[in-house]
């Protein structure tokens, strides 16, 4: 019976030495992995989630800003009784697609 025992043990401990080794496997894929995404975003000059929500935040803004120094440039010009020397006219009002910060993407930080 001890032979048996002692057998026993041995398998036991060897599958424990297995499965440690596959997780510490599985560990060093997932980084190797990551690794060479993070490698194939920098080669393509993709941006950032945060870099393009910066982006579009400051877009928004200067829009704004556009629209309201047109409203105002064209007060000036009725008070004046003057009229657009470019002749550009705007476009009609157009709304910015709105989008949720939402961490729908799991592991992003």
């Given at each position: 019976m001890k032979t048996n025992n002692t057998l026993i043990d041995d398998l036991m401990s060897l599958s424990g030495n297995v499965l440690g080794n596959l997780l510490g496997a599985r560990h060093e894929m997932k980084?190797?992995?990551?690794?060479?995404m993070n490698?194939?975003?920098r080669q393509l000059n993709l941006v950032t989630r945060e870099e393009f929500d910066?982006?579009?935040a400051m877009l928004?803004?200067?829009?704004?800003?556009q629209e309201e120094l047109n409203e105002r440039?064209?007060?000036?010009?009725?008070?004046?009784?003057?009229s657009s020397k470019s002749g550009?006219?705007?476009?009609?009002?157009?709304r910015l697609p709105s989008f949720k910060k939402s961490?729908?993407?799991k592991g992003r930080s």
């Open positions: 980084a190797q992995a990551k690794q060479r490698q194939i975003v910066a982006a579009f928004a803004k200067v829009r704004t800003m440039l064209q007060a000036i010009e009725g008070k004046l009784n003057l550009i006219k705007m476009k009609p009002k157009r961490n729908t993407r």
